[in-house]
């Protein structure tokens, strides 16, 4: 499998790349949604996906907490409501950001934010195992950054 990493980025203002989340945007502390902001898309790129994942959830993949498809190759920050943009099931179901939130006394979690550059637009709103395993090829670029937290 190649790997696509190149000059796509992705970061928030809101939280310190591997630093603690601020409590506002974890489900204990008001589930806000942090802003994201982007940049450096690959020639080709047909739109972003945006995952955020805890791969440190004790579940067999980890535990998704934002899935989110159809962001323009020309945005440079996340607009959940800008026109093509839409989310897709979390890991308890539910079509929104949902914030960190581990077991207590689980200790820290790592808190992965993707951003894929696509070649091809995602039809509907795969999960992420599901898009992870039908649109894998038209990713031409990937980044992360990521945030830590513990309940």
Avoid at 102 to 109: E, I, M, N, R, V
């Amino acid at each position: 499998m190649a790997l696509f990493i190149d000059k796509l980025t992705i970061s928030s203002p809101d939280i310190p790349t591997l630093g603690r989340f601020p409590e506002e945007f974890t489900a204990d502390g008001g589930n806000s949604v942090p802003r994201l902001e982007f940049s450096g898309a690959p020639e080709g790129t047909v739109e972003y996906a945006v995952i955020l994942h805890d791969p440190d959830a004790p579940l067999p993949h980890g535990f998704t907490h934002w899935v989110v498809y159809g962001i323009s190759p020309q945005a440079t920050s996340l607009d959940v409501d800008a026109p093509g943009v839409r989310q897709a099931p979390n890991g308890a179901g539910a079509t929104q950001y949902f914030g960190p939130q581990p077991p207590a006394g689980h200790g820290d979690h790592h808190y992965y934010f993707w951003i894929y550059a696509l070649n091809r637009k995602v039809e509907g709103t795969p999960t992420r195992e599901e898009f992870l395993a039908q649109y894998a090829d038209a990713i031409i670029e990937q980044a992360r950054f990521v945030g830590v937290w513990q309940s």
